[in-house]
């Protein structure tokens, strides 16, 4: 459903898709430039091209090489043009209190389910196949690292990680508007070495951190180690965290130790906040004093080549500390991240050195070579054209093949889509019931220490559409009408 607060570009679609439906628009006809669109509703080329990719997601456009975009004959497109959108979240109801998390043994379960049981269709993957990654040009880049230099399997190295590497990533962090230095970045064990750090950084056992509701399991596994306890935000499928109801709870919950979110291609839901909310969540974070923890995991994902902006893009305090990772986007079996700590920095660093040292040699070099290259830019193309065709194909399946009431959004990136269930059916007894005919999904109960997702599903496109795909997705289309 779209909203009054939705982001600018998402209005003015629902303009044009309210005069394609009505007809004022027939099939065929030309949609205004990018360029008219810009004039016409006084907003940058950036929004008006995000407009019409929204508009082309749903199937109600297509672009046709130097040519623009036409309007589709909806009688021939996909049936996910007539699937409704996940529900906004009901910002009338305040936050409730915080708790500790005490999801570690359904995440547990849900593991050791999995290996039970043999799998023939994977769901629940947060990563593309590894045909999709530069393995070859990472593979060429370590071999030359070590006919460069033969002794750095044997040689230690720095703690906050190769030079070469933080100079690529400084340089590349440019685009998201940061600006770093490379010695104010430490590379880590992915990023979920980076938030576990951070958040021992700035809180201690028993403290409260606010996330967003529905949000990453694995964040929360990470805060039950640590002893902490979560406030769930409201999160939006569409703009990312309430930062309405942060500023709520903030006020009438003054214990908040840190706020930690993912503000691009927020996993589960693959939402993105809009620029003005991710500055209005950087001022509020700092006028309040509360440390800002940013997950940078997917943003490389979006579908539009212009970079997406960091929150630490605004941070002029230090009060943002941004963890990044690699793994998702370039290399799965190089397990690298990376964080900048602003006024944590010192702290981080010497939290980095106790918890783990610093990471190998090798892996970095490599990457930091790559990541240095055009070879890198040319990649990132690629995916992300290869996860848009990928999501497209599933959700025109799940449109297809799911019972009546399913409700779906497709996000501009990401590999992720957020499905809601019809009738208040439980993803959990889907996960079961899915598992045993050797399909797997992610349930919604993983992502919330409440009940408030238990209709809901994870399911992943990231890897090819293929035949097999679109049997696995019948059959658990099978299993969700036969679910209570």
């Not at 979240?89 to 389910?113: E, F, K």
């Not at 399997?153 to 685009?175: K, Q, S």
């Not at 958040?199 to 399991?217: F, H, K, N, W």
């Not at 995916?383 to 399913?406: C, K, N, V, W, Y």
């Amino acid at each position: 459903m779209d909203t009054p607060t939705a982001p600018l570009y998402v209005r003015i679609a629902r303009h044009y898709r309210a005069a394609i439906r009505a007809g004022t628009l027939a099939p065929g006809d030309a949609m205004p430039s990018v360029r008219a669109l810009t004039r016409l509703h006084q907003v940058s080329l950036s929004t008006a091209l995000q407009a019409c990719r929204h508009l082309e997601v749903e199937g109600l456009l297509e672009a046709r090489p130097r040519s623009g975009y036409f309007v589709l004959d909806l009688a021939k497109t996909p049936r996910r043009s007539s699937i409704q959108p996940v529900d906004e979240p009901d910002l009338r109801r305040a936050p409730g209190a915080a708790q500790y998390v005490g999801i570690h043994d359904r995440v547990s379960n849900y593991v050791a389910m999995s290996e039970r049981y043999p799998v023939r269709v994977d769901f629940s993957s947060t990563y593309a196949a590894p045909e999709a990654y530069p393995g070859d040009d990472l593979q060429r880049a370590a071999i030359r690292a070590l006919r460069r230099d033969p002794g750095l399997l044997v040689r230690p190295i720095g703690p906050n990680g190769d030079a070469g590497l933080r100079a690529a990533l400084a340089r590349r962090a440019l685009d998201a508007g940061m600006q770093l230095a490379p010695d104010q970045i430490v590379v880590t064990q992915g990023c979920i070495e980076a938030l576990n750090i951070a958040l021992r950084a700035v809180a201690q056992p028993g403290d409260t951190i606010a996330v967003e509701s529905p949000t990453y399991y694995g964040l929360l596994q990470v805060l039950e180690s640590l002893g902490l306890r979560a406030l769930e935000i409201p999160t939006s499928p569409s703009t990312g965290i309430s930062v309405d109801a942060l500023d709520l709870a903030l006020q009438t919950q003054p214990g908040i130790k840190a706020v930690a979110v993912v503000p691009n291609l927020q996993n589960p839901l693959s939402c993105t906040m809009p620029d003005a909310a991710k500055a209005r969540l950087v001022a509020l974070c700092d006028e309040y004093a509360v440390p800002l923890i940013e997950d940078d995991t997917y943003s490389s994902f979006h579908a539009d080549d212009a970079p997406l902006k960091a929150l630490k893009s605004w941070d002029q305090t230090g009060n943002v500390i941004h963890c990044a990772s690699l793994r998702k986007t370039l290399a799965p079996g190089m397990r690298l991240g990376w964080m900048t700590g602003g006024r944590w920095q010192a702290r981080i660093e010497m939290l980095k050195y106790a918890q783990s040292r610093a990471n190998e040699a090798l892996s970095q070099i490599a990457m930091g070579e790559f990541i240095a290259s055009s070879a890198h830019d040319r990649h990132l193309v690629r995916l992300r054209r290869l996860l848009q065709r990928q999501r497209e194909q599933m959700a025109d399946a799940i449109a297809a093949h799911f019972p009546a009431g399913t409700r779906l959004s497709v996000p501009d990136g990401s590999m992720l889509l957020w499905v809601e269930l019809p009738g208040q059916r439980s993803s959990q007894a889907v996960f079961e019931a899915a598992l045993a005919q050797g399909i797997r999904i992610a349930p919604g109960t993983l992502f919330s220490n409440s009940r408030r997702f238990e209709h809901f599903m994870r399911i992943s496109c990231g890897t090819p559409f293929t035949p097999e795909t679109d049997a696995g997705l019948k059959q658990l289309a099978a299993i969700v009408r036969s679910a209570d």
